[in-house]
């Protein structure tokens, strides 16, 4: 068996852990609130707006952890892409996710102390952390303070393409967040990725 | 073939007929009818300050106007009784200055008094507005001397109709009639010698509460709602106000049976459930888009197919 590689320090798992936490409860509590109805309340309303509002401004705070970790430490040079190879690099990964797993192929991007994420991780990764987080985190925090928002945006209410922003930027974060425990089954066991997040060591296959 | 054009003209005919009649009645656009006449009243009462020849000492006057007797003249004439003379309502007496001091207790018409049973203004359900009103905690607490006027100023009353203002328009003008009384102390104690609850801390188990206060009515919540009314007057006990976030806030909001009632049908067709809140809004769980909904359930499916097929060939081939 391969050594095992401490990839995940400290902070980087609490500040997942929080997130994890904080997407489920934003993820239950918004779908409350965008299918209520009185007869089959999933959540009670007033206390999904309470607990999406809180659970928003936890997940907001951990966003500027996220950024402020990446900045200070190694692990923002994981996120570093490198567009020249990208496609291929994608089309490589996608085929081995699609074929090679069966054939009990060896990963083409194994993980090492210098590459946690193979080409597919790391382009969703960067589009969700640094493309869809922001957009979600601002079109909440204007939903938070409405007054803020412009009245009328090409002759539609601004509330409302703030509000339809975020959902639909919530609904892609909730298929990235099923694709992305899905794939974290695919470590060395099916429960490999998910201790690694607890004990912070990558176990390779 | 004719019977089919007289029955589409007939049809038409009422389309028409219905749109014209929920028209304002009141002619906006001519010079006000009485507006030389009614000068004489305004010279003095359309200001804060008169003067008079006082006869006795020959000198001529000037003196402040009771605050409570100053109508704002500019108001009047935008309001729905502009045509109407002074004395069509107030004595003629009044013609006489000093005026005599028994005027001050003349009786005042009320607004069923011209309304009331007259099938011209069928439209605007004087009688049925009536018939809630003494079913209303504002009767049933007070005495007869809590008339119409208490909340609409027949000096400068204008009919906030659908369809010739915005929502929000619409919504300032009815919810200012209730915050006249019950957010001025002043006004609240001319009815009662409680003291006034203050509004925000009433309604604190409203989040965002000055936002709901620029988009619905208080009456939304707080009366009882009747297909036929447009502003509905049978004003509940408190305890009986919608309290519930989902009486809104869903697809079958009731403020679609209230506020947005007469908004054009086809906004609503549009694909969007309650889309006619857009124009105006956003109310989270009333706005939902049917493709958007149908969109996102076939992709979430199709993940779970994916990963479903994934995780069988998985192992299957472990």
Redesign the interface.
């Known amino acids: 068996m391969s050594k095992r590689i401490y990839l995940y320090p400290i902070w980087l798992r609490f500040w997942h852990a929080i997130n994890a936490l904080m997407f489920l409860i934003l993820l239950a509590t918004g779908l409350s609130m965008q299918y209520s109805n009185p007869d089959w309340p999933l959540i009670r309303f007033d206390l999904a707006v309470q607990f999406h509002n809180i659970a928003g401004i936890i997940v907001s705070f951990n966003y500027l952890i996220f950024l402020l970790g990446n900045r200070t430490t190694s692990n923002g040079a994981y996120y570093k892409m490198n567009w020249k190879t990208l496609i291929s690099d994608l089309i490589k990964q996608m085929n081995y996710y699609l074929f090679g797993v069966f054939k009990k192929q060896a990963t083409p991007f194994p993980v090492n102390e210098e590459r946690k994420f193979n080409p597919l991780q790391k382009f969703t990764y960067v589009l969700t952390m640094y493309g869809m987080m922001p957009v979600i985190i601002i079109t909440g925090l204007a939903l938070l303070f409405p007054e803020l928002i412009i009245e009328k945006v090409f002759q539609s209410s601004g509330i409302f393409l703030t509000a339809l922003l975020h959902t639909v930027i919530g609904f892609m974060l909730s298929m990235f967040l099923v694709i992305h425990v899905y794939f974290s089954t695919m470590g060395s066991s099916p429960l490999s990725n998910f201790k690694s997040m607890i004990n912070g060591y990558h176990e390779p296959h | 073939m004719r019977n089919i054009f007289l029955l589409l003209f007939f049809v038409l005919f009422a389309f028409v007929h219905k749109q014209a009649s929920a028209q304002l009645m009141v002619d906006m656009e001519s010079p006000p009818s009485n507006s030389e006449m009614n000068q004489t009243c305004f010279d003095c009462h359309g200001q804060k300050v008169y003067s008079f020849e006082n006869d006795f000492s020959g000198m001529l006057e000037r003196k402040v106007m009771n605050p409570n007797y100053v109508l704002d003249t500019g108001a009047f004439y935008q309001g729905v009784h502009r045509h109407f003379a002074c004395i069509d309502c107030h004595s003629m007496d009044y013609e006489v200055f000093p005026h005599q001091s028994e005027l001050r207790f003349e009786m005042m018409y009320s607004c069923i008094d011209c309304h009331g049973g007259d099938e011209t203004y069928a439209q605007y359900n004087f009688d049925q507005i009536e018939a809630e009103f003494f079913q209303s905690v504002h009767s049933s607490r007070h005495d007869e001397s809590f008339n119409c006027w208490m909340c609409h100023d027949p000096h400068a009353y204008k009919a906030m109709t659908h369809g010739e203002f915005k929502i929000s328009e619409i919504v300032k003008a009815h919810n200012q009639t209730c915050i006249d009384c019950h957010n001025d102390a002043a006004q609240f104690q001319r009815i009662t010698d409680s003291i006034r609850p203050d509004l925000a801390e009433v309604h604190s188990?409203i989040?965002?509460y000055?936002?709901h206060l620029k988009s619905v009515r208080c009456i939304e919540c707080h009366t009882s709602q009747q297909d036929t009314m447009w502003v509905a007057h049978n004003i509940l006990e408190k305890d009986l106000a919608v309290k519930?976030?989902?009486?809104c806030?869903?697809?079958n909001t009731m403020l679609m049976a209230s506020l947005y009632k007469y908004q054009s049908i086809e906004a609503r067709q549009s694909g969007f459930l309650n889309a006619v809140i857009?124009?105006?809004?956003?109310v989270?769980?009333a706005?939902?888009n049917f493709y958007?909904n149908i969109i996102?359930i076939i992709?979430?499916g199709l993940?779970?197919l994916g990963?479903a097929v994934?995780v069988f060939?998985?192992i299957?081939?472990r």
């Open positions: 188990f989040p965002k000055e936002a519930k976030c989902v009486e806030h869903s697809s857009l124009n105006e809004s956003y989270i769980g706005n939902r958007f996102s992709l979430f993940a779970i990963i994934h060939f998985r299957k081939n």
